[in-house]
């Protein structure tokens, strides 16, 4: 039995505790080896729990101990987890990890540590839950050059948006039931402003481009914004509004933006619902896939980490190959990156549009949306979009559509 | 550069040439050695092509030249290329298949052969074309168990049915017109009758469950007796029909099955239309998780197969793990396989109904069906339903419902 850590026992901590008791069995038949948790580090006790057997407050226990060969880091958070892995890279220790703050930050100088010391840094559980999307763009879609990869990715948010659209509520409503019903942080910034949806995207178009997006220069608007008229208006057009988080290749340029988008009901990404999240994968040999799942949860997320895991006992001696390698992709200005827009505003502005946007635009109407009213704009960039739109007042919302 | 070869240069073979020459520079890089056609085989000549360069008629050319490391298999059938398979992996050549029916036939020998010579054989293309359902299943949900795998394996029959479904077109009517525009065989057997979904499950069962499903014992149904009276009660209860390929475990026991399936409209396989394929799966940890791509086609195909050489060069000398290991699954009969059941059948039985299958059963009633109805049974087994059924006479149709 190889000798494992758990560094946090949260949320996903004790999933992870779970997971590899619960599945004990049929990971020791497919490593071979079976994995042993020797430690799990919390500043906490749990008396009465097994756990408290394991437990240690002292870092130096883990770091110190050369029978432990893998580490789960499930703290989140930059510190002390940055300073943790670093330590158990070092100490040629595999650190598994579903922490996508740390990744987004630091995630070339840990793949690199983790290299030189032969060992692995594997984060399937930082994007998208128990979803096999890492490893699937590191692994099976090897000979593929992937040009965009987009998803819902935070499954609070989706949930928000997939209660306003079936009840018409107002976000602030939803919001508040989520936050009661434990969907929803209590401080929602992160979720509702796309900030968590921007590390994920960074991780993964780093992943499927080859060399490092920045996270911190991915233009994110959240869903703060979006109103049950605008969901009306989504479904007279025949979509719905999901907050997108979008990494793009188009003619040489990268774009990455988090934002809301109108999708459309044939769109595979239309009909992911809840707390569901789904990342849709475009290959220039593979064409259209799609990857669906839990984005969060404990079990579903602490089963990639287990998974990751059991990698890592699997390949002990062998750092896996990752497309994410050194260097920084250069993101185009989100503002150049074209797509149609969806404009509602006042039915008095109906003909100055027309003269704007071009006599074609077709209006939509809808009881709920009163003296409003709703078009698509041709293909554009924003910055097009937004110098017609400065000739017109009465715009009321413009969302992006997919 | 490892040198390759491509058995047969049809509709695979040509993709996966197009896919290694497209890309060879990222498959260099991912591979760190890449890949070089040496050979092709083909009994035909391909005069002003440049394959015509690398082309060969005589398989011993390929066996015999060791520099020869990895050989795609994309022949289909069973002879020569099961021979061929077993002679390329005798002779410590990797092979990468996009052959269901060798695979479903054949896959635990070859998988055996290949172990004692220190290769792989692989087959991520054989299911779902593109999309990456077998590395997933082997590598990424390694901590999970798997206890339900099901999904839309054929194209050419999700393509009939949506069309039947969009514009309640009769079967026969579609298939014609799905022949003429090469979307299904001219002998459409296979598709139609289930048979090639037959194969692909049991592949994927015998991986999610560990053990070979033998295909030829799976309870097979195609959808020739599909009528668009049946897809517009779908519509009226909230569903659609699909062919669903079903691999589940219940309570130790194994179901597989191919047949039409009502599908709701809050199941992810719901909105799966025309050629895309998709596979939902279930494990005991990661919960519901699906993959959606291209299911056929050439390039979707031979990027698979692509992935798969690759891997097999980055691999080399070490046999990578396959959750199919030896022995066989006993199936439990199909008729003791639990769900519900749409019943289409004259409004004259509508009474008598009501006293075999329970007072509760809601009939719908739509225009374009005149004499009928239709109802959802309670979940039982096949064996109860038919012996219910028994009593009942003027019954038209009956699908099982997911």
């Known amino acids: 039995m190889v000798k494992a850590a758990i560094l946090g026992f949260g949320t996903v901590g004790s999933g992870v505790y779970n997971v590899l008791n619960t599945n004990s069995e049929l990971i020791r038949e497919r490593t071979e080896k079976g994995i042993e948790i020797k430690y799990v580090l919390d500043l906490r006790e749990f008396p009465g729990h097994p756990v408290d057997d394991i437990l240690t407050h002292d870092f130096n ?18 510190k002390p987890a940055y300073e943790f892995t670093k330590q158990c890279l070092q100490a040629k220790k595999s650190v598994c990890t579903s922490n996508k703050e740390l990744v987004a ?17 594997f984060f399937e559980a930082s994007c998208g839950g128990g979803i096999p999307i890492i490893r699937s763009l590191n692994e099976a879609l090897i000979a593929d050059e992937i040009d965009e990869i987009s998803g819902i990715l935070n499954g609070t948010t989706n949930y928000i948006l997939t209660r306003m659209s079936k009840e018409g509520s ?17 401080n929602p910034e992160a979720d509702v402003e796309g900030f968590d949806a921007q590390r994920k995207i960074a991780i993964l178009s780093s992943i499927a481009f080859g060399k490092t997006v920045d996270n ?16 009306e208006f989504a479904k007279a057009f025949g979509c719905t509004i999901k907050l ?7 003619d040489g340029r990268y774009y990455a933006l988090v934002s809301p988008f109108m999708v459309a009901s044939d769109n595979p990404l239309f009909s992911v619902d809840g707390v569901f999240n789904a990342i849709f994968v475009h290959g220039n040999m593979l064409g259209d896939a799609m990857f669906y799942g ?32 050194e260097g920084s992709i250069e993101l185009s200005p989100s503002d150049s990156f074209e797509c149609r827009f969806f404009v509602r505003l006042d039915k008095g502005a109906a003909g100055t549009a027309k003269s704007v946007f071009g006599e074609e635009i077709q209006f939509k109407e809808i009881p709920i949306a009163g003296d409003e009213c709703a078009f698509i704009t041709e293909v554009m960039s924003e910055k097009e979009f937004e110098k017609r739109a400065e000739k017109l007042s009465g715009i009321k919302s413009r969302i992006r559509c997919k």
Do not use: C
């Open 105 to 121: 930050k630091h995630g070339p100088e840990l793949l690199r540590i983790a290299r030189e010391n032969g060992v692995n840094y």
């Open 294 to 325: 839990s984005g969060a949860g404990s079990l579903p997320t602490a089963s990639a980490v287990a998974a990751d895991m059991a990698q890592a006992v699997k390949n002990e001696g062998k750092t896996v190959y990752n497309n994410w390698q």
């Open 216 to 231: 911190e220069k991915i233009h994110t608007e959240g869903i703060t914004k979006i109103t049950p008229a605008d969901l």
């Open 170 to 186: 107002l976000f602030d409503d939803v919001l508040k039931d989520a936050q009661d019903m434990g969907y929803a942080e209590r």
């Open 61 to 78: 226990d883990i770091v110190n101990d050369p029978e432990v060969k893998v580490v789960a880091e499930v703290m989140g958070g930059i």
């Open 244 to 250: 997108l988080a979008y990494g793009k290749k188009v």
